[in-house]
């Protein structure tokens, strides 16, 4: 085929910069190529890890159910380990937290906790977690610890609760005018269908003032 002599100068002219500049062209596109594959199996791979992360925990509520702690943990366990950063990994914690917690291991609930409060992504989650670690602290008899959590700031949601195990950790230091006051904050600011309410007022009432 035939070239004006136009085209074979553009011709000669593309040559001259492809001599200079393919090589740059060919790994460029090599490089967007390994980039969007890279892409697209990291994003089959994370489906696949929420997937197995799903069931795992579905197991874990099933051996959780069941009274099987031994599964439940190593269930949550693995979990944890091996997706902390997916979005089973803080209700993992909790679950292994709760079952720890009931069956007596205050040590092993607590690691499990602070694990929750950790990594977990939610704020309202951010503040259960936190209580929740401030009651094992108390239980353990850490009431500077158990008290400085609870001193941060929680959302009206939780306020009421934080204010009434404040004043069971204010109540165990003999800081009766303190734990006074976080009780009637407690009343304030739980629902009036509460269920602590009555037990709060019976304590208000035993510590007089």
């Known amino acids: 085929m ?54 795992l925990f579905d197991t874990a509520i099933q051996a959780a159910t069941m009274n099987d702690l031994k599964a439940t943990k190593d269930v949550t366990a693995r ?16 679950l292994a937290g709760r079952v720890n917690h009931e069956s007596g291991d205050l040590k092993s609930a607590r690691a499990q ?3 929750a409060l950790e990594h977990a992504r939610d704020d309202g989650l951010k ?7 401030a009651g094992i602290r108390f239980e353990e008899k850490d009431f500077p610890g158990a008290l400085a959590l609870l001193n941060e700031t929680f959302s009206p949601a939780f306020q009421g609760l934080a204010a ?3 004043g069971d950790v204010l109540i165990e230091q003999g800081k009766t005018g303190e734990a006074r006051a976080a009780y009637k904050l407690a009343l304030e600011k739980l629902d009036d269908k509460s269920s602590l309410k009555p037990l709060l007022e019976i304590r208000l009432d035993a510590l007089g003032g």
Do not use: C
């Open 2 to 55: 035939a070239f004006d002599l136009e085209e074979q100068e553009q011709i000669d002219e593309f040559k001259v910069w492809w001599k200079l500049h393919g090589m740059k062209v060919i790994l460029g596109v090599t490089a967007f190529l390994v980039i969007v594959g890279g892409w697209r199996a990291w994003e089959t791979w994370r489906r696949n890890q929420a997937a197995e992360a799903s069931m």
């Open 79 to 94: 979990i944890m380990e091996n997706q902390s950063r997916g979005a089973y990994a803080t209700p993992a914690a909790w």
């Open 113 to 115: 906790y602070e694990y």
């Open 127 to 133: 503040q259960l977690a936190r209580m929740r670690l």
């Open 164 to 166: 009434q195990l404040k």
